[in-house]
């Protein structure tokens, strides 16, 4: 017999038939005046399986009915999945939620029933019917942010089938994978919650973190994965009132309000005047980069405060370190360049106190300011010293920059 059951937006099935099996006896027999009864599966409601036995045939009145559930091929029936006994409602039909079994992960079992009379005389249990279930696939994440100013996370309404049941949420280092929050198999914060309470201060967190949703339905299976969503970690601690985190937000947007520390036009605000300013990449190019292939001149480099004008005269494959960031494309803006001398040091002075916070080593940065023919300046992100000698074939650090 197959039946099907029909749910809200989808289906499953349940695939029955009766054996002689291990159940306990085969149908017909009895124990005293009880006859066995033979057990079938009919249609439900929704995601709910409904065990029917034959009619009471016995001697005095049916008072009760046992029902029980194990996975086929537990022969011994070790693990009972599901139990109901002595069950004096439901004696003939008895409806249950699968989403409640200790099912250990397994989708075949056997169902098994006895009556019992008022004499407390009971039957052999019947003969085994099994049935397979095949859980109602489930949906996905479309979407879920993070408000850094007020520190709430939220997560778009559950889609997919079944009932939203619990969420786990979680944040994690991305430097180690450590778990700096997390709340699992949360009933009640099903689509926000609030981590202001966290724990954990942002000297001990390394420079990024992950935010990790993950929607569990009524039968306890996750939706379709994990999203994630990476977020610098100095936005999560900032309490400025009215702060804009969001690094594709047009600055124009919200001219005469912007403030050092902003999270704006793809990277981090570190110097206004309200409306206008610079920006730093939120992250140091992936590898250190020479400042050019070879000690020579480059012409039209020599500005202090004008790393724009720098870079477009060194925009090409043999100055690795400007080239990098005029080709970068992050957060919907093109217009990166390798800050000059000064510009540098005004993004150490605004890091100085947390570099590792907003992912500086304690190492060299280039600017795009040439000292000599053969030299370019730098600067150490350990002491703040900047340097006039160093050679433009060494390696060091390079962060972006933009104007806006």
Not at 326 to 338: C, F, I, M, V
Not at 390 to 401: A, E, I, L, M
């Amino acid at each position: 017999m197959s039946i099907k059951i029909i749910g809200l937006t989808n289906e499953f099935h349940v695939n029955s038939s009766t054996s002689g099996g291990s159940g306990g006896g085969s149908g017909g027999s009895s124990v005293g005046a009880v006859t066995t009864p033979g057990v079938s599966i009919t249609n439900t409601e929704e995601y709910f399986v409904r065990f029917t036995t034959s009619s009471f045939d016995g001697y005095g009145e049916h008072i009760n009915t046992d029902y029980k559930i194990y996975a086929q091929d537990d022969l011994n029936q070790s693990h009972i999945v599901y139990q109901s006994l002595a069950n004096s409602a439901e004696k003939i039909q008895h409806t249950i939620d699968p989403s409640n079994w200790d099912g250990q992960g397994k989708t075949d079992f056997y169902v098994i029933a006895r009556h019992r009379n008022e004499f407390a005389q009971v039957s052999k249990w019947s003969a085994v019917t099994n049935f397979t279930i095949d859980t109602p696939a489930v949906g996905s994440i479309a979407a879920f942010d993070y408000d850094a100013g007020d520190r709430v996370i939220t997560a778009d309404g559950y889609t997919g089938d079944g009932v939203h049941q619990s969420t786990d949420w979680k944040i994690v280092d991305r430097s180690d994978d450590s778990v700096i929050f997390q709340s699992l198999n949360d009933t009640t914060n099903l689509t926000t919650i609030d981590i202001a309470d966290m724990s954990r201060t942002k000297e001990s967190m390394a420079r990024h973190c992950r935010i990790e949703v993950t929607f569990r339905n009524n039968f306890q299976d996750p939706m379709g994965g994990t999203e994630t969503l990476d977020i610098f970690s100095h936005s999560m601690y900032s309490q400025s009132s009215g702060a804009v985190y969001d690094y594709t937000a047009n600055p124009a947007d919200y001219a005469g309000q912007i403030q050092v520390g902003w999270h704006i036009g793809g990277g981090i605000v570190v110097q206004t005047d309200g409306t206008t300013g610079l920006i730093m990449a939120p992250e140091d190019e992936p590898t250190t980069l020479q400042w050019k292939t070879a000690d020579t001149d480059t012409p039209g480099t020599s500005s202090t405060t004008d790393g724009a004008a720098n870079t477009a005269a060194m925009a090409n494959t043999t100055h690795p370190a400007a080239n990098a960031c005029a080709t970068k494309d992050l957060h919907g803006h093109t217009d990166w360049y390798l800050p000059a001398k000064d510009q540098l040091n005004t993004i150490y002075q605004y890091v100085k106190d947390d570099i590792a916070d907003y992912g500086f080593t304690s190492s060299f940065y280039w600017s795009s300011t040439q000292s000599s023919t053969y030299n370019s300046w730098c600067q150490s992100f350990s002491d703040g010293f900047q340097y006039i000698y160093y050679h433009k074939t060494s390696q060091y650090q390079v962060r972006s920059v933009r104007n806006f």
